[in-house]
């Protein structure tokens, strides 16, 4: 069975021959200074001594193939270019402002970029500065330049599964980052009229983007990733109810943009306790979820979730790196890879990946020994013992 024909079997909810492996997106890559920790571990793979950024915020790297060959990843992302991205210095540090006119300034806690200002942050903001606001413009090539050229390669040569990651947008991500969480939230509750003006502005620029994005590429890959986190380590960021009411409509309007123009799957990263809003992306459409948080509230029982949803939706991640990863030996992480793969994997459903970026608090030899027993461990039939 080669890879995509494993894909296939794998979102149909049928067991292929093995749990496919993925990383190297936005949202799940190495940091920088994780991916130099792990260069001088492995000289032998002649990995690049500058790596190129893939996400200017979170740091982290595009994978060279060298490393993606050690880690036996099945899958080929294409990845958005950065554009309209303006160079500033914020409080004497260096810093950014995106297409969304967001300053984003350096921190050394954690070597990445922050949001610095929220350029709708305004306590009287109306409809009228809606209108005025400098909208990014969703006719830029340059976002896509050279992607379906890439992608058709990966897919007329290669069996690997090729996917187009995200634009690094999201509906409440975006608004929240224009607006603020707080102001927003006030006028979820206060001035729902302003929210929605708000968000179907966003809306429409994100959905054209995407529109274009599947025009240039969209016949050379089998998924494509959206990415909108709704929660927080214990809870949602609203209630299911604001959801349903101010979030839902415009992700139900974006995978139908995105499904209209092309014969996909959509992977919706999500991150947080979201298991009460789980049916509601089933429903509109999101055919496999991440990261699957394992520490947070809800997701710690995985055979639970699989019994519960495992039939609707594909898992994709289950590797927590906040608390697992980085504090495992080699020996106890095989142990968390077989348990995530038997819970996960039982009946197809299941594509195994750390959950999110991997930082410089890991060990190069758990990252290593992680894909290693993804590997070793996930051939069907599955089992949760040797």
């Known amino acids: 069975m080669n890879r995509r024909e494993a894909f296939a079997a794998t979102v149909a909810h049928r067991e292929p021959d093995r749990v496919l492996v993925d990383y190297g997106k936005h949202i799940g890559s190495f940091h920088r200074l994780a991916y130099g920790r792990l260069r001088g571990y492995a000289p032998e793979l002649g990995l690049p001594a500058e790596p190129t950024i893939l996400d200017r915020m979170a740091q982290n790297v595009v994978l060279p193939e060298a490393l993606c060959q050690r880690l036996g990843l099945d899958f ?34 954690g070597s990445y970029f922050a949001i610095a200002a929220h350029p709708l942050g305004r306590e009287d903001l109306t409809e009228a500065d809606l209108a005025a606001f400098d909208w990014p413009n969703p006719d830029q090539p340059a976002l896509f330049a050279g ?29 929240s980052q ?36 599947m025009a240039a590429a969209g016949r050379y890959v089998q998924v494509v990733v959206i990415t909108d986190d709704q929660g927080t380590q214990k809870s949602l960021m609203v209630s299911p109810r604001m959801f349903r009411a101010f979030i839902k409509p415009y992700l139900k309007s974006l995978i139908e943009t995105i499904k209209g123009a092309a014969d996909v799957k959509v992977l919706m990263h999500c991150d947080g306790a979201i298991v009460p809003i789980l049916p509601d992306l089933i429903e509109i459409g999101v055919d496999i979820i991440n990261p699957v948080q394992t520490v947070v509230v809800g997701l710690e029982d995985t055979f639970a979730l699989k019994e519960r949803f495992g039939d ?41 990946a750390p959950c999110h970026n991997i930082s410089f608090d890991v060990p190069p030899a758990n990252v290593l020994a992680l894909f290693d027993a993804a590997h070793e461990l996930g051939r069907y039939p599955l089992r949760l013992s040797e």
Do not use: C
């Open 76 to 109: 080929r992302w294409i990845v958005p270019r950065w554009v309209d991205v303006r160079d500033v210095e914020i409080d004497g540090e260096s810093g950014y402002v995106d297409m969304w006119r967001t300053p984003h300034k350096w921190t050394d806690v």
């Open 147 to 175: 992607l379906a050229e890439q992608a058709r390669r990966w897919h007329e040569t290669t069996d690997y599964v090729v996917g187009a990651d995200g634009i690094k947008v999201g509906i409440l991500q975006t608004a």
């Open 178 to 213: 224009l607006r603020g969480y707080d102001k927003l939230f006030t006028d979820f509750a206060l001035n729902p009229d302003l929210a929605h003006a708000l968000l179907s502005r966003i809306s429409a620029v994100i959905n054209e983007m995407y529109r274009r994005y």
């Open 312 to 352: 609707r939706i594909t898992f994709h991640g289950g590797l927590d790196v906040q608390q697992v990863v980085p504090n495992a030996t080699p020996e106890s992480l095989r142990g968390e890879v077989a348990r995530r793969l038997y819970d996960l994997g039982r009946g197809g459903g299941y594509i195994l």
